[in-house]
Nanobody, 133 residues
Framework: QVRLRQSGGGSVQPGGSLRLSCIAP????????LVWFRQAPGKDREAVSC??????????KYSPSVKGRFTISRGNAGNTVWLQMDSLKPEDTAVYYC????????????????????????WGQGTQVTVSS
């Protein structure tokens, strides 16, 4: 069982920035696409951003709600992923999770399809992000 360990998050005022990190044992996720999800109280879990394997590292995807404000990146070893969150808004308040899709390596056009949810076998523990004045 691969365990993903998250760090970062916290509380920030609107317009502020936070950075989330997610790390797994070396070489355990280097062939999997990695995705950040978030879940706000009373809402479904939402896919926020995706990054492909290192061979295709230029391919990233973002949900319309965060595009232009969040940046996903992946370490050279492939087992670390970060989410830089800038210009944060109160509606970004949620618990954020990193996850690995064990069936896919590339962030294709259907990367955020909820029907793919069963393909995510490895999850981080979740990190609270609160944006409030």
């Amino acid at each position: 069982q691969v365990r993903l360990r998250q760090s970062g998050g916290g509380s920030v005022q609107p317009g502020g920035s936070l950075r989330l990190s997610c790390i797994a044992p070396p070489f355990s996720l280097d062939r999997h696409m990695l995705v950040w999800f978030r879940q706000a109280p009373g809402k479904d879990r939402e896919a926020v951003s995706c990054v492909s394997i290192m061979d295709d590292v230029g391919r990233t995807k973002y949900s319309p709600s965060v595009k232009g404000r969040f940046t996903i990146s992946r370490g050279n070893a492939g087992n670390t992923v970060w989410l830089q969150m800038d210009s944060l808004k109160p509606e970004d308040t949620a618990v954020y999770y990193c996850a690995a899709n064990v069936m896919r390596s590339h962030c294709d056009e259907n990367w955020d399809d909820p029907s793919l949810r069963d393909e995510y076998k490895y999850w981080g523990q979740g990190t609270q992000v609160t944006v409030s004045s």
